[in-house]
């Protein structure tokens, strides 16, 4: 079994859809959860970040933990034909730098106008 | 938070050859990481990269054919030695955010080994 698991899509959606993606995880020791965006033929970029359960906002994301059912979500509201992009999520167990961070495999998504 | 340039962008490699992949960050890191991402697949953590020590491999990973150099505080390479079509794929380095937050990654090297 994967440390983290991500439904890889595709999914594709309408614009102004509201879009829901989601990973769950087996080791209960992480406790700092990431979202990733990543656009064709470019390096991941960091989109959102947070601690333990809880809610985060961010304009129109929404990051979701809640580690009782090991289970993170990225809500986008209103999205948009530039929100088009493989979305990945990250965790890992330390506060140091030298944190090894494990990756879900990527949801791929698309808005069409 | 930092800026990572990464060359080459892309290449299309013989299967038996090498290739060095460079990493140039805009700032003095102590650690940098390497990673691949195989097709449809996570990312997966290479190496850790140290300035001054020999770099940490992960399990899967060996040194003799993911060798890594680190001069320097904001460079780092890594060379796909004695490739073949298994190691196409996109390497992407990083180096950490501030504290727990996560890392910032380059554009990557989209290989191609035929």
């Known amino acids: 079994q994967k440390e983290v698991e991500q439904d890889p899509g595709p999914l594709s959606v309408p614009e102004g859809a509201i879009v829901s993606l989601n990973c769950t995880y087996s080791?209960?020791?992480?406790?700092?959860f990431m979202w990733y965006r990543q656009y064709s033929r470019k390096g991941p970029e960091l989109l959102m970040y947070t601690y333990s359960s809880g809610n985060k906002e961010d304009g129109r994301f929404t990051a979701q933990v809640d580690k009782s059912s090991k289970y993170i979500s990225l809500f986008i509201r209103d999205s948009q034909p530039s929100d088009s992009a493989t979305y990945l999520c990250?965790?890992?167990?330390?506060?140091?730098?030298?944190?090894?961070?494990?990756f879900g495999q990527g949801t791929e998504l698309s808005v069409k106008p | 938070s930092a800026v990572i340039s990464q060359k080459p962008s892309r290449d299309i490699c013989q299967r038996g050859t090498s290739l060095t992949i460079q990493c140039q960050v805009d700032s003095q890191v102590t650690m940098m990481f390497w990673y691949r991402q195989q097709p449809g697949q996570s990312l997966t953590l290479i190496a850790t990269a140290n300035q001054g020590s020999e770099a940490t491999y992960e399990s899967g990973f060996v040194i003799d054919k993911f060798p890594i150099s680190r001069p320097n505080l904001t460079f780092s390479t890594l060379t796909v030695s004695n490739m073949s079509p298994e190691d196409s794929s996109i390497y992407l380095c990083s180096v950490p955010g501030q504290g727990a937050r996560g890392y910032t990654f380059g554009s990557g090297t989209r290989l191609t080994v035929v």
């Open positions: 080791n209960s020791a992480f406790q700092y």
């Open positions: 990250a965790m890992k167990k330390e506060y140091n730098q030298g944190g090894k961070l494990i």
